[in-house]
C-alpha cells in the first residue's frame, strides 16, 4: 500500500511520521515524548490557535439535533467550564466522576478536567445504587457530574447518603434536583468570567506528566468486582497510532465509534487519536441502539471510518444494507471482543470492506492491530503495535508459531507509554499481572507463521477436556456461521468422565426463534460445530437463551454463564 499522508500533529511527537509499510513501521516507529504532555494545552489549544475553524466534533442525537463545534469552540467551552469547576472548589488530583451518555458535554467537560489536573472517571449510565457506592468508597470520589436523566439522578441520590466523599453533585440538565449545582449551557457556551488564574499558571508549566493521573477506568468486571485502571498523562499522547495507524484516520476524516463515553473505548475512537490527527469526531447520541439508524447516519454524514464492536457488526450484517450510500466509507475496525470471522467475511461480501481488528486492554491501547498496510486475515487480531514489546508467554518460556501462549508486553528494558500505571490503591494486584519484568494481559492466542496473532480465550476460560485445552471463541466462531445463531458463549462444564465439557450458550436470529422447541435443533447444532472445527470442541450441551449476561461495557460475562462464586 501506498504511504498515505497524515499531517496534523503527529510529526511533533513521532521520529518518522509516514510509513510505506508493515515493515517500515516495525523497524521506524518511535515516539518522541515530550518532558511534560497535557492534551488538553499541547493538543487542543494548539489546534485552536493554528486551525481555528476546523471542526472537531460533529453530534448528533435521535431526536433529530445537531451540533458542529470546531476546535476553537472545544476551547472557548472547556476554559468556561474551567472557570466554573475552580469556583466551586475542583482542583489537581480530585477524582471526579462523570456519568454522561453521549451528550456533547462530555468532550469539553474532559478537555477542562486535563486543564485542571483532577482525574476524571468516565462510567457508564448503567450503573446501579451499589455500583456508584464502590466507586465512590474504592476511589474517594470528589464530584460526580451527571446527565440530569430521572434514572441516573434516582441511582446517585440514593447512593449519596453512603459516599461521604463527594462533596458536590453537578447535573448538566434537563433535570436539576434539589442538593444538585447546575452545569447550565450558559456556563458553557459564555462562561462567567476569565480562567481562574491557577490554571493559566498551570499551563505555563505545561502540566502533566508520567507520573501525573489523568485518568481512571473501573474494569468492566467479567471475573469479579471491577478494578482501578490509573493513566497518566502520555496515555493520551499513545493513542496516536490507535488512531493515525489502526483507525487509518487522516486530517479530513469524519471517523464514527460507537461507545458510551462511560466505556475505555470512547476515548480510544472518539477523542485523543483522532483530535492529534486533527479529524473530525461524530457522535450520535441514542438511548435504544437500531442498527437502522445507525446506517441512516452513516449514509447522511458520509462518515468515512467507522469502529464498533463485534456484536454491533452482527446486527449491521442482518440488515439489507442495499439500502444505504455507504460510499463514504472506506476503512472500518473492531475492537473489544474477538471478531468471529464468519461476520468478518459476511461484512466484506455486503461492502466490499474488510474488517481490520485490533486487541489492547483498559490498561493498555491498542497492543495489536491489523494495520493499514496489512492483509487482513479474518479472525486475527493481526500484529503488535511497535508501541509495545509484545510476546507470546507460557510457564516463563517463549512459545513458538501455532502455540498458544498468554499476550504479555515486555517491561523489563523500558515501560512504554500507554500501558497503565497500577491498579489504583492496590499494590498486591498489579503485582500478580506485572512481574519480572512482563506486565501479563491474562489473555491467550497464538501466532502464525507471518505473525499475525489468533485469540483463544482469556486464561481462566479455556475449557480442559479429556486431555485436550479448547479455547472458546473457535468453538463460537464455528457456531457463528450457522444463520440461526445470533449470538453464543462457550463455556466448561463439571464432566466426570472429561473433567470438564464445553456447553454452548446460544441467542437464536430473528426468523429462528421457534427452533427452540424442536429436540434436534442441538444435535444440528453440534454437526455443525463438527464439519467447522474438530470434533472433539463440539459443545455437548447446548442452551438457548433470550440475552446473554454482560457487563455495563457490553462485553459477555462467562463467569454468570459458569456459576462461578465471584
Given at each position: 500500500?501506498?504511504?498515505q499522508?497524515?499531517i496534523?500533529?503527529?510529526?511533533?511527537?513521532?521520529?518518522?511520521?509516514?510509513?510505506?509499510?508493515?515493515e517500515?513501521?516495525?523497524?521506524?516507529f518511535?515516539?518522541?515524548?515530550?518532558?511534560?504532555f497535557?492534551?488538553?494545552?499541547?493538543?487542543?489549544?494548539?489546534?485552536?490557535?493554528?486551525q481555528?475553524?476546523?471542526?472537531?466534533?460533529?453530534?448528533t442525537n435521535?431526536?433529530?439535533?445537531e451540533?458542529?463545534?470546531?476546535?476553537?469552540?472545544?476551547?472557548?467551552?472547556?476554559?468556561?467550564?474551567?472557570?466554573?469547576l475552580?469556583?466551586?472548589?475542583?482542583?489537581?488530583?480530585?477524582?471526579?466522576?462523570?456519568i454522561?451518555?453521549?451528550?456533547?458535554q462530555?468532550?469539553?467537560?474532559?478537555?477542562?478536567l486535563?486543564?485542571?489536573?483532577?482525574?476524571?472517571?468516565?462510567?457508564?449510565?448503567?450503573l446501579?445504587?451499589k455500583?456508584?457506592?464502590?466507586?465512590?468508597?474504592?476511589?474517594?470520589?470528589?464530584?460526580?457530574?451527571?446527565?440530569?436523566?430521572?434514572?441516573?439522578?434516582e441511582?446517585?441520590?440514593?447512593?449519596?447518603?453512603?459516599?461521604?466523599s463527594?462533596?458536590?453533585?453537578?447535573?448538566?440538565?434537563?433535570?436539576?434536583?434539589?442538593?444538585?449545582?447546575?452545569?447550565?449551557?450558559?456556563?458553557?457556551?459564555?462562561g462567567?468570567?476569565?480562567?481562574?488564574?491557577?490554571?493559566?499558571?498551570?499551563?505555563?508549566?505545561?502540566?502533566?506528566?508520567?507520573?501525573d493521573?489523568?485518568?481512571?477506568?473501573?474494569?468492566?468486571?467479567?471475573?469479579?468486582?471491577?478494578?482501578?485502571?490509573?493513566?497518566?498523562?502520555?496515555?493520551?499522547?499513545?493513542?496516536?497510532?490507535?488512531?493515525?495507524?489502526?483507525h487509518?484516520?487522516?486530517p479530513?476524516?469524519?471517523?464514527?465509534?460507537?461507545?458510551?463515553t462511560?466505556?475505555?473505548?470512547?476515548?480510544?475512537?472518539?477523542?485523543?487519536g483522532?483530535?492529534?490527527?486533527?479529524?473530525?469526531?461524530?457522535?450520535?447520541?441514542?438511548?435504544?441502539?437500531?442498527?437502522?439508524?445507525?446506517?441512516?447516519?452513516?449514509?447522511?454524514?458520509?462518515?468515512?471510518?467507522?469502529?464498533?464492536?463485534?456484536?454491533?457488526?452482527?446486527?449491521?450484517?442482518?440488515?439489507?444494507?442495499?439500502?444505504?450510500?455507504?460510499?463514504?466509507?472506506?476503512?472500518?475496525?473492531?475492537?473489544?471482543?474477538?471478531?468471529?470471522?464468519?461476520?468478518?467475511e459476511?461484512?466484506f461480501?455486503?461492502?466490499?470492506l474488510?474488517?481490520?481488528?485490533?486487541?489492547?486492554?483498559?490498561?493498555?491501547?491498542?497492543?495489536?492491530?491489523?494495520?493499514?498496510?496489512?492483509?487482513?486475515?479474518?479472525?486475527?487480531?493481526?500484529?503488535?503495535?511497535?508501541q509495545?514489546?509484545?510476546?507470546?508467554?507460557?510457564?516463563?518460556?517463549?512459545?513458538?508459531?501455532?502455540?498458544?501462549?498468554?499476550?504479555?508486553?515486555?517491561?523489563?528494558?523500558?515501560?512504554?507509554?500507554?500501558?497503565?500505571?497500577?491498579?489504583?490503591?492496590?499494590?498486591?494486584?498489579?503485582?500478580?499481572?506485572w512481574?519480572?519484568?512482563?506486565?501479563?494481559?491474562?489473555?491467550?492466542?497464538?501466532?502464525?507463521?507471518d505473525?499475525?496473532?489468533?485469540?483463544?480465550?482469556?486464561?481462566?476460560?479455556?475449557?480442559?477436556?479429556?486431555?485436550?485445552?479448547?479455547?472458546p471463541?473457535?468453538?463460537e466462531?464455528?457456531?457463528?456461521?450457522h444463520p440461526a445463531?445470533?449470538?453464543?458463549?462457550?463455556?466448561?462444564?463439571?464432566?466426570?468422565?472429561?473433567?470438564?465439557?464445553?456447553?454452548?450458550?446460544?441467542?437464536?436470529?430473528?426468523?429462528?426463534?421457534?427452533?427452540?422447541?424442536?429436540?434436534?435443533?442441538?444435535?444440528?447444532?453440534?454437526?455443525?460445530v463438527k464439519s467447522?472445527?474438530?470434533?472433539?470442541?463440539?459443545?455437548r450441551?447446548?442452551?438457548?437463551?433470550?440475552?446473554?449476561?454482560?457487563?455495563?461495557?457490553?462485553?459477555?460475562?462467562?463467569?454468570?454463564?459458569?456459576?462461578?462464586?465471584?
Open positions: 500500500m501506498q504511504s499522508k497524515k496534523g500533529m503527529i510529526e511533533h511527537f513521532l521520529k518518522q511520521a509516514e510509513f510505506s509499510s508493515m517500515d513501521f516495525e523497524r521506524n518511535e515516539f518522541v515524548v515530550p518532558p511534560r497535557n492534551f488538553a494545552y499541547d493538543i487542543m489549544d494548539r489546534w485552536a490557535e493554528e481555528p475553524a476546523k471542526l472537531a466534533l460533529l453530534w435521535d431526536k433529530g439535533e451540533h458542529r463545534f470546531t476546535f476553537a469552540d472545544m476551547k472557548r467551552m472547556s476554559d468556561n467550564i474551567v472557570s466554573y475552580t469556583g466551586i472548589g475542583v482542583k489537581k488530583d480530585d477524582m471526579v466522576m462523570c454522561l451518555k453521549r451528550r456533547y462530555f468532550w469539553p467537560l474532559i478537555i477542562a486535563h486543564k485542571i489536573g483532577a482525574v476524571i472517571i468516565p462510567a457508564t449510565y448503567l446501579t445504587d455500583d456508584i457506592i464502590y466507586r465512590c468508597h474504592e476511589a474517594d470520589i470528589k464530584t460526580i457530574i451527571a446527565c440530569g436523566d430521572e434514572e441516573i439522578i441511582h446517585i441520590n440514593a447512593a449519596y447518603p453512603e459516599c461521604p463527594v462533596q458536590q453533585r453537578i447535573s448538566i440538565g434537563p433535570e436539576i434536583p434539589e442538593g444538585w449545582l447546575a452545569l447550565t449551557e450558559e456556563d458553557i457556551q459564555n462567567h468570567g476569565a480562567i481562574d488564574p491557577a490554571v493559566a499558571e498551570l499551563r505555563e508549566k505545561h502540566y502533566g506528566g508520567s507520573q493521573h489523568m485518568i481512571m477506568y473501573f474494569t468492566s468486571g467479567t471475573s469479579g468486582e471491577p478494578k482501578m485502571v490509573i493513566h497518566d498523562y502520555n496515555y493520551a499522547l499513545a493513542h496516536l497510532t490507535t488512531a493515525a495507524f489502526w487509518n484516520v487522516k479530513d476524516s469524519l471517523h464514527f465509534t460507537v461507545s458510551d462511560g466505556w475505555g473505548k470512547a476515548v480510544w475512537g472518539k477523542l485523543y483522532q483530535w492529534i490527527v486533527g479529524a473530525a469526531v461524530f457522535v450520535y447520541d441514542h438511548d435504544i441502539f437500531r442498527p437502522a439508524d445507525v446506517l441512516k447516519r452513516m449514509e447522511t454524514y458520509r462518515i468515512t471510518s467507522f469502529c464498533a464492536p463485534p456484536t454491533i457488526y452482527r446486527y449491521l450484517i442482518r440488515e439489507d444494507l442495499s439500502k444505504y450510500d455507504l460510499s463514504a466509507l472506506n476503512y472500518v475496525t473492531t475492537a473489544g471482543e474477538a471478531l468471529n470471522p464468519s461476520v468478518s459476511k461484512f461480501q455486503l461492502t466490499g474488510r474488517i481490520h481488528e485490533g486487541f489492547g486492554q483498559t490498561e493498555t491501547t491498542c497492543t495489536l492491530g491489523t494495520f493499514s498496510w496489512m492483509p487482513v486475515k479474518p479472525g486475527s487480531m493481526g500484529k503488535p503495535n511497535p509495545y514489546d509484545i510476546r507470546l508467554m507460557i510457564d516463563g518460556r517463549e512459545v513458538g508459531n501455532d502455540e498458544v501462549g498468554e499476550i504479555v508486553v515486555r517491561t523489563a528494558e523500558k515501560v512504554p507509554i500507554g500501558l497503565f500505571n497500577e491498579y489504583y490503591r492496590n499494590a498486591e494486584l498489579t503485582k500478580e499481572v512481574h519480572d519484568g512482563y506486565y501479563h494481559t491474562g489473555d491467550l492466542a497464538t501466532r502464525d507463521a505473525g499475525y496473532y489468533w485469540y483463544v480465550g482469556r486464561h481462566d476460560d479455556v475449557i480442559k477436556s479429556a486431555g485436550y485445552r479448547i479455547g471463541f473457535e468453538v466462531s464455528a457456531l457463528m456461521t445463531v445470533l449470538e453464543c458463549a462457550v463455556t466448561a462444564v463439571p464432566d466426570p468422565q472429561r473433567g470438564q465439557a464445553v456447553k454452548a450458550t446460544v441467542v437464536l436470529a430473528k426468523g429462528w426463534e421457534h427452533m427452540k422447541s424442536k429436540r434436534s435443533f442441538p444435535h444440528e447444532l453440534k454437526e455443525h467447522v472445527t474438530a470434533a472433539y470442541k463440539a459443545p450441551i447446548i442452551e438457548f437463551v433470550d440475552e446473554l449476561p454482560k457487563t455495563i461495557s457490553g462485553k459477555i460475562r462467562r463467569v454468570e454463564i459458569r456459576g462461578d462464586k465471584e
